[in-house]
T-cell receptor
């Protein structure tokens, strides 16, 4: 399977625990995005990487959230001291950003990790 | 502030009807407009529009972009129950995809 892969698919955790999600993008894609989606809403941007560099973080990403993409391939998203408001679907997407004046590819999404904080 | 607004929020039609979904956008450094279909899981890609006025078609689905008026439409003809889903529109800026809240389409047999 050469699509975007996320795991785990589901995670239930107690409030205050730390959780970590993993995303494996399409191998040749240099951009990797993390989004969060709650019921009835469109995906909300959290952060993105160009290769291994984290270039932008949303204001939504509090200091309890951290993301890494150490070798420019897979990425992890960690949430520390989880709160009930963190319950959501966490989506990862990847794309290929070409150089100036050239068309980007579309973003392909993984199946998401559904987090429930109890 | 960058934003994407979709209308209607929800739509219920009968099989065989034709529907038009709307998307307006205000995105800084706009590069492309994308449409996705979401059925209780991850969004799946439908169209990417970069040029104004050029219709893209895939089977019963088609879409067009108007960069002057900053909107796009997604048309679905001869709707089927399998078209029931949330349709998301996203504007791609220099740095990220800005998503609308989606249009929930329900097709009744």
């Amino acid at each position: 399977d050469t699509g975007v892969s996320q795991n785990p698919r589901h995670k239930i955790t107690k409030r205050g625990q730390n959780v970590t999600f993993r995303c494996d993008p399409i191998s040749e894609h240099n951009r990797l995005y993390w989004y969060r989606q709650t019921l009835g809403q469109g995906p909300e941007f959290l952060t993105y990487f160009q290769n291994e560099a984290q270039l932008e973080k949303s204001r939504l990403l509090s200091d309890r959230f951290s993301a890494e993409r150490p070798k420019g391939s897979f990425s992890t998203l960690e949430i520390q001291r989880t709160e009930q408001g963190d319950s959501a679907m966490y989506l990862c997407a990847s794309s290929f950003r070409r150089g100036l004046g050239r068309r980007d590819t579309e973003a392909f999404f993984g199946q998401g990790t559904r987090l429930t904080v109890v | 502030e960058d934003k994407v607004v979709q209308s209607p929020l929800s739509l219920v039609v009968h099989e065989g009807d034709t529907v038009t979904l709307n998307c307006s956008y205000e995105v800084t450094n706009f590069r492309s407009l994308l449409w996705y279909k979401q059925e209780k899981k991850a969004p799946t890609f439908l169209f990417m529009l970069t040029s104004s006025g050029i219709e893209k078609k895939s089977g019963r689905l088609s879409s067009i972009l108007d960069k002057k008026e900053l909107f796009s439409i997604l048309n679905i003809t001869a709707t089927q129950t399998g078209d029931s889903a949330v349709y998301l529109c996203a504007g791609l800026s220099g740095n990220q995809f800005y998503f609308g809240t989606g249009t929930s389409l329900t097709v009744i047999p």
